[in-house]
């Protein structure tokens, strides 16, 4: 067996898909997020594997503080998005009316009186 190279991690995916690896961001399917995904960084590649399924495959960017953007990624994340901003939002009517009461009644309570 040859020895293992390379950085392994385990992150569960957050809202926004990326992960912070080596000072870069790297994008992850959307599909993914709140799954833990295990990331393997080797000399030249970044792999994310999440139930026996590579859901992140790229070269290693060598420079630092980049976030790395896959087009298909951003399609993927923007179908729920605009489906939730075409839902109808209408104001609801109040139900209910919170009781309020002036202020003498608690100043009356006190020993302190104004």
Known sequence: MPPATGFS????????????????????????IRWPVNFTLTMDRVIGVCDQQVVADYPQCCAKHHTITNLDHVQIAAAPRSAFNHIGRTARPRTSTVWCSSCDIYLNTTRFSV
Not at 9 to 32: A, F, G, Q, W
């Open 9 to 32: 991690h385990r992150v569960r995916i957050s809202r926004d898909y990326h992960v912070r690896l080596d000072r870069n961001n790297y994008p992850v399917n959307p599909l993914m």
